[in-house]
Structures are given as C-alpha cells and as structure tokens.
C-alpha cells in the first residue's frame, strides 16, 4: 500500500523556520518525482516545489523561491521542505505528492504573530 505521512508542521512567528517530512512507503521511492503542493484557508490547491527522483533538479513557485528549499533521502524514503522567512501568506496544510501515485494527509503550517 502506498503511503505518504508528512509531518513537521506547526505554528510558528513570521521570519521564521520550519522543516516539513514526508514518509514515503509502499513502493520504490528513488523512482519517482515527488512534490509539495499547499491549500491555504479558503483557497484552492497551490503547487509549491518540485524534485526529480534522485534529487538533482528542483523548482520552486516564485513566491517561495529563495526561501524554501525541497530535497529527499532516496535511502530513508523521505521527502523534506526547509522553509525560511515563513510570511503569513505561508499559512496553508502542506501536502506531498506524486501524481501518478497519491497524497498524504497534510500537515498544517501557520504563521502568524
């Protein structure tokens, strides 16, 4: 069964930092492209990075760019999301994904003062 558990969320001040995970399990991880989509209140889905499947190229929505940076550990099955200067306009749950094979359940992220 394939499973994505992302965690890593949490409430933090503007300016600050958090590190999202996502466990990836069920099949070969190195494989596949994966990405972090995020759905703030009220708002539709939001494509936020992407990463190839052995890390080596990433892209990033330009409202993240500079801030947020995305990689994996093909060894432990895991996807990340460094996030930098977190803005209140980062507030959103944070999924990741793969197209072809599913989602997680999300982990909710919240900037505010």
């Known amino acids: 069964e394939v499973q994505f558990v992302e965690s890593g969320g949490g409430l933090v001040q503007p300016g600050g930092s958090l590190r999202l995970s996502c466990a990836a399990s069920g099949f070969t991880f190195s494989d596949y492209p994966m990405m972090w989509v995020r759905q703030a209140p009220g708002k539709g889905l939001e494509w936020v990075s992407f990463?190839?499947?052995?890390?080596?190229?990433?892209t990033y929505v330009n409202s993240v760019k500079g801030r947020f940076t995305c990689s994996r550990d093909n060894a432990e099955n895991t996807l990340y999301l460094q996030m930098n200067s977190l803005k209140p306009e980062d507030t959103a749950v944070y999924y990741c994904?793969?197209?072809?094979?599913?989602w997680g359940q999300g982990t909710q992220v919240t900037v505010s003062s």
């Open positions: 990463i190839n499947s052995n890390g080596a190229t990433t």
């Open positions: 994904v793969n197209s072809a094979l599913g």
